[in-house]
């Protein structure tokens, strides 16, 4: 494409500090929109892993993957498996050199693409409340602020409940039924060395067979960060009698809640720093495909939200930022570079979605007897990433020729 179209990115999350990072690489001046006051205005939450076979790819491709590599945690790819009662059942520690999926926090990689950005990319504080059609593709956004902008393409990396989606798609996010309650143990080897010896190098996943479950991981600057996960209604909180405000009022729900776990597990329960993050889980329906709409198309979250099992999220959205980048540079039309990534787009992340969602739907099941929970090869599972990474590289040639 030689002209200069109006690229809007609403949402600077990962996926659309990708898509931005690589269209400006291309040449492209594209704006993101975002309704954070700033880059580091709210908690992002903990650490995620970037796989060979997709998050990095994109990295490479921005010129990133150096600046990942030096902030990430090889180390952090260790896993164990446990009971409730602390009993260990499976452990992976990565060989060396297996760069498979290092571990970085998601603050950290969210500023890393923001700062290799031209400077005025991204204008925070900009809450979109309403995106117009004004017909040839172009679309006019309205945010809460009092601005306004047109685009000749509006890329909707806007999360959850996006806006942008709606353009597209009556589909909307369903309730998973399960609730994770985030906690965080601050200097962790020397105020809580209990957790850290359970927690290890990197992530430690325990479930007790009846739909409840802990998994902590370790985070940088001596940080481990944790979710303990059970079914439970939207308003479980009520229901229960339990102000979320009030930190002691939720530890004596969860003591009663989690009362089968041993000793040895409930400080994982109950000896966190500060106050605990509600979270709940939501999924679009998957496989999600749309028609074409001129002007408009979705990345990441927006586009394929799924549970969180597999780490398949993030790694997709910064896939997406960058195929979509290279699609608009590559086609002569902006209808056609949007074609071109979603036909690449749909199959890919409805394969990893259906996946991801049956995946967390049958671990909160209640397990009986006769149908453990089984951990993932995670040796096998980082060989896969490697030779997927190859396979895709091999394409990406051949398409160059």
Request: overall charge negative; hydrophobic content about 40%.
């Amino acid at each position: 494409m030689t002209t200069s179209p109006r690229i809007a990115i609403v949402g600077g999350g990962p996926a659309g500090l990708m898509c931005a990072r690589v269209l400006q690489g291309h040449g492209f001046q594209p704006a993101v929109y975002d309704a954070d006051a700033a880059v580091d205005s709210r908690d992002p939450g903990g650490s995620l892993d970037l796989h060979a076979d997709a998050g990095q790819i994109a990295l490479e491709d921005a010129g990133l993957l150096d600046a990942f590599l030096a902030l990430s945690r090889m180390e952090g790819q260790a896993k164990s498996r446990r009971d409730h009662h602390g009993t260990v059942l499976a452990e992976f520690t990565p060989a060396e050199g297996d760069e498979a999926a290092p571990e970085i926090d998601r603050g950290q990689l969210r500023s890393m693409l923001y700062e290799h950005l031209a400077p005025g990319t991204v204008h925070w504080g900009h809450k979109l409340v309403r995106a117009t059609p004004l017909g040839d593709g172009t679309h006019r956004l309205e945010f809460a602020n009092g601005a306004s902008a047109e685009a000749d393409l509006v890329i909707g990396a806007d999360g959850v409940w996006s806006p942008v989606r709606r353009l597209l798609t009556d589909a909307v996010p369903q309730y998973f039924g399960v609730h994770f309650l985030d906690a965080r143990f601050d200097d962790v080897d020397t105020r809580h060395p209990e957790v850290a010896a359970i927690v290890g190098e990197g992530h430690m996943f325990s479930t007790d067979g009846d739909g409840r479950a802990v998994i902590v991981q370790r985070n940088s600057n001596g940080v481990v960060r944790g979710h303990i996960a059970f079914r439970a209604e939207l308003d479980w909180h009520v229901t229960a009698g339990v102000d979320l405000t009030d930190r002691e009022a939720i530890r004596s729900h969860l003591l009663r809640e989690f009362s089968e776990w041993s000793a040895v597990m409930r400080p994982l329960i109950t000896g966190n720093d500060g106050d605990y993050v509600q979270r709940s889980f939501w999924a679009l329906p998957a496989p999600l495909t749309w028609d074409h709409v001129p002007g408009v198309t979705l990345i990441g979250g927006a586009a394929h939200l799924m549970a969180p099992f597999g780490g398949h999220g993030t790694n997709l959205a910064l896939l997406d930022g960058a195929e979509l980048a290279h699609a608009i540079k590559k086609e002569s039309s902006l209808d056609d570079a949007v074609a071109r990534y979603e036909s690449a787009m749909f199959p890919r992340s409805g394969e990893l979605a259906v996946s991801s969602n049956t995946a967390l739907k049958r671990f909160f099941a209640t397990t009986s007897p006769d149908a453990p929970h089984l951990p993932p090869d995670h040796a096998r599972e980082h060989q896969n990433y490697q030779t997927r990474a190859a396979e895709y590289r091999r394409r990406q040639a051949e398409n160059e020729q």
